[in-house]
């Protein structure tokens, strides 16, 4: 079949055609490729074109797609172990390796996706503060629950709504939107709320409104505030954990948040998600504590097998680190170099192997309000021509691009070559 056909019969019983909505396409003017297959840096989709991919499951393909030990310890798990609703074995080697090869971890809880992990972090700080008040920034993304979708990015900025319709007042009535990479902006919410705020949750490297790196004082300074107003710092490390550096952005700032939320890399692949962090504040959850928090697949044995081959290869080779940035270096170095021969108002920002290519003439994108000014439609063109050449990359302006160590050199000169052509 073609994949406009099933993408059409997809919309009949599919909303949009997706269980996505940025996998949608809506604004580009293009039918999404269905993809049938991933190896390594490639994708092929049903009419068996090839794609190098720059999307990586939006994280978590690091390793490249069907990774064999992960393939294999998929395969293994599932001829003894699917689900029970019980504990196993394979839980406790996942989170024991991430409490021991991740800094600020005793304790982890297991969830299914990244959005109940930021979910759950931020009833557990609250739980553990007694206040109500949440602060997240604008542009920042931390999953589809209701407290958050205010100011968001992904797929709320890319569809330009402030929010979601079906989340009342009361919910978002304590959740405070503060400006990304903007001191003064929350030194003033801190001396406005600071006995009232549970916590404050940030992308350290922020991904949803394309890459904004923190910055390093001002990630510091919010450090400094949640401590003196007793608030707990929430990193979302759903996307920059395991992939700016095994141990996460946090190591690289030298910060030491008082929560991790964790999804994406964590799970290989697969539905998955972790929060964990000081163990007083672990130790207020369920069935220790009085936060409640549950999951009838939590744990999952074939998930925890995929996500412990997958940490565990990755913390046995830190050398892929290296490898990972120096791919996206030449990838911005060449993309710098094309946008300066035709002409095109590009900014990159790039921190590690993370990266997004603004269509922005401005020249600098610090938060949500510069990501805003970008020509959205200049993207969608661009976007049209990389995607007909067999380039897969994100339909949308607001996300990261992602590597894995499975592309090469050659993959990289490619992608210029053809961004050079367009
Ligand atoms: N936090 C961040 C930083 C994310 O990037 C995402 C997803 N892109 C989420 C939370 C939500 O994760 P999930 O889609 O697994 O619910």
Redesign the pocket.
């Known amino acids: 079949m073609k994949n406009a056909d099933i993408f059409n019969e997809s919309k009949k019983y599919m909303p949009g055609g997706v269980n996505?909505p940025v996998r949608a396409y809506k604004d580009v003017d293009v039918t999404p490729p269905i993809i049938k297959k991933g190896k390594g840096a490639y994708l092929y989709d049903e009419e068996d074109k090839e794609y190098i991919d720059y999307v990586g499951a939006?994280?978590p393909a690091v390793l490249g797609h069907c990774d064999e030990d992960v393939v294999n310890s998929i395969k293994n798990t599932a001829e003894d172990a699917i689900s029970f609703g019980g504990t196993t074995n394979l839980e406790l080697q996942l989170a024991k390796h991430i409490c021991t090869t991740v800094d600020n971890i005793d304790m982890v809880r297991m969830v299914?996706?990244?959005?109940?992990?930021?979910m759950s972090a931020a009833r557990l700080a609250r739980g553990f503060t007694k206040r109500d008040k949440i602060v997240k920034f604008a542009g920042?993304?931390?999953?589809?629950f209701d407290a958050f979708l205010v100011s968001a990015?992904?797929g709320v900025l890319t569809e330009g709504i402030p929010g979601s319709e079906g989340v009342p007042q009361e919910i978002i009535k304590n959740t405070i939107v503060a400006n990304y990479n903007d001191i003064e902006n929350i030194k003033y919410i801190f001396d406005k709320f600071g006995e009232e705020i549970a916590g404050v949750i940030i992308?350290p490297v922020?991904?949803?409104m394309g890459v904004v790196p923190g910055d390093k004082a001002f990630l510091k300074e919010l450090d400094s505030l949640c401590k003196k107003h007793g608030s707990l710092l929430i990193f979302?490390?759903?996307?920059?954990g395991f992939r700016v550096a095994y141990k996460g952005a946090q190591s690289l700032y030298g910060i030491k948040p008082d929560i991790t939320?964790m999804?994406?890399i964590m799970g290989g692949g697969l539905?998955?998600?972790a929060y964990g962090g000081r163990r007083d504040i672990m130790e207020q959850l369920s069935p220790m504590g009085p936060v409640y928090q549950a999951g009838t697949m939590s744990g999952n044995p074939i998930v925890m097998a995929a996500g412990l081959a997958t940490l565990k290869k990755l913390h046995s080779n830190l050398s892929y680190y290296n490898h990972l940035e120096s791919l996206a270096i030449r990838l911005q170095q060449g993309v710098e170099e094309v946008a300066k021969e035709k002409g095109l108002p590009i900014v990159v920002n790039r921190f590690k192997s993370m990266m997004t290519i603004f269509f922005n003439k401005e020249g600098i994108v610090n938060n949500y309000e510069d990501a805003k000014k970008c020509d959205t439609s200049l993207y969608a063109k661009f976007f049209k021509h990389m995607i007909t050449n067999g380039i897969f990359m994100s339909p949308s302006q607001f996300?990261?691009m992602f590597l894995s160590v499975r592309h090469t050199e050659s993959d990289i000169d490619k992608f210029i070559d053809i961004m050079r052509n367009m």
């Open positions: 996505s939006w994280g299914n996706s990244g959005t109940e992990a930021t920042c993304y931390h999953g589809h990015g992904s992308e922020a991904g949803n979302d490390e759903v996307m920059s939320t999804a994406k539905p998955s998600g996300e990261a």
